[in-house]
T-cell receptor, first 112, second 113 residues
Framework: KAGVTQTPRYLIKTRGQQVTLSCSPI?????VSWYQQTPGQGLQFLFE???????NKGNFPGRFSGRQFSNSRSEMNVSTLELGDSALYLC???????????FGSGTRLTVV | GESVGLHLPTLSVQEGDNSIINCAYS??????FIWYKQESGKGPQFIID?????DKRQGQRVTVLLNKTVKHLSLQIAATQPGDSAVYFC????????????FGKGITLSVRP
């Protein structure tokens, strides 16, 4: 059974650009969550989608957005990139709400 | 505000010894807790979880203890092995439409051969 797949693994962008990250959940999982991981702030919740609906959103500016497709695949977008957006972005999926989250290996975003 | 914290940033143990990693949480509404292990270059890997209606749960070489009175969670690893070296996170959540995990800062476990 394939795990959570995130693409790309590494990304380098320039300040002011925008970026789209992709996440394919485990087959059958309908809940997809996104987290930002930095050395200073640790793992911070961005948002969660279930059946194409955003159910919860963390304390991030509106530059961070996401969506989920009918096949449960999810994308997150960051517009007008800032240096502080450099981080490991992790996606996690779950068959049901609230527990059993399986994480992908993440996308390492570097903003220069 | 809500927070999940770890008492120690690093823990060094001898191979074969038992390891105990502690975690404090502050949201009394949290009703499930998860321990994750993260190795370099990888995402967090689920180790074990526990619901608030339990105070102990055992897995393979791991035991999680939950003390709701003092809002304390611990992960015990028996016969620690070099492959256990990683960063460990505790996380808490609230059942319902919240669907959000709050993570602690992480503690590095280093196993001495």
């Amino acid at each position: 059974k394939a795990g959570v797949t995130q693409t790309p693994r590494y990304l380098i962008k320039t300040r002011g650009q925008q970026v789209t990250l992709s996440c394919s959940p485990i087959s059958g999982h309908r809940s997809v969550s996104w987290y930002q991981q930095t050395p200073g702030q640790g793992l911070q919740f961005l948002f969660e989608y279930f059946s194409e609906t955003q159910r919860n959103k963390g304390n991030f500016p509106g530059r961070f957005s996401g969506r989920q497709f009918s096949n449960s695949r999810s994308e997150m977008n960051v517009s007008t990139l800032e240096l502080g957006d450099s981080a490991l972005y992790l996606c996690a999926s779950s068959p049901l709400e609230d527990y059993g989250y399986t994480f992908g290996s993440g996308t390492r975003l570097t903003v220069v | 505000g809500e927070s999940v914290g770890l008492h120690l940033p690093t823990l060094s143990v001898q191979e074969g010894d038992n390891s105990i990693i502690n975690c404090a949480y502050s949201n009394s509404a949290s009703d499930y807790f998860i321990w994750y292990k993260q190795e370099s270059g990888k995402g967090p890997q689920f180790i074990i979880d526990i619901r608030s209606n339990m105070d102990k749960r055992q897995g393979q070489r791991v035991t999680v203890l939950l003390n709701k009175t003092v809002k304390h969670l611990s992960l015990q690893i028996a016969a620690t092995q070099p492959g256990d070296s990683a960063v460990y996170f505790c996380a808490e959540g609230v059942t319902g439409a919240n669907s959000k995990l709050t993570f602690g800062k992480g503690i590095t476990l280093s196993v001495r051969p």
